[in-house]
């Protein structure tokens, strides 16, 4: 029953990062000539967070399957 609360608060967790984190706005450097200063954070952060998902969902599924086949 620990772990599991704890899964669910590491979990509960990243979610929160990862819905402020998009928000902040990232600076790359100075006001140094023209354009946007702003950093893009691209579609592979996307891919990562897609796929870690995928990863703990495939995991929870195998754990959930082996705790059937022990009772």
């Known amino acids: 029953m620990k772990k599991y609360r ?3 608060a590491i979990f ?3 979610v929160i990062l990862f819905t402020v ?3 902040l706005t990232v600076k790359a450097q100075g006001s140094v000539g023209s354009g946007d200063p702003d950093a ?3 579609g592979g952060v ?3 967070v897609a796929a870690g998902i995928g990863y703990g ?3 929870n599924k195998e754990r959930k ?3 059937d086949v022990e009772m």
């Open 65 to 67: 399957k082996n705790k």
């Open 12 to 14: 509960s967790t990243l």
């Open 6 to 8: 704890k899964t669910i």
């Open 40 to 42: 893009p954070i691209d």
């Open 57 to 59: 969902i495939k995991k």
């Open 21 to 23: 984190l998009p928000n």
């Open 46 to 48: 996307s891919l990562l």
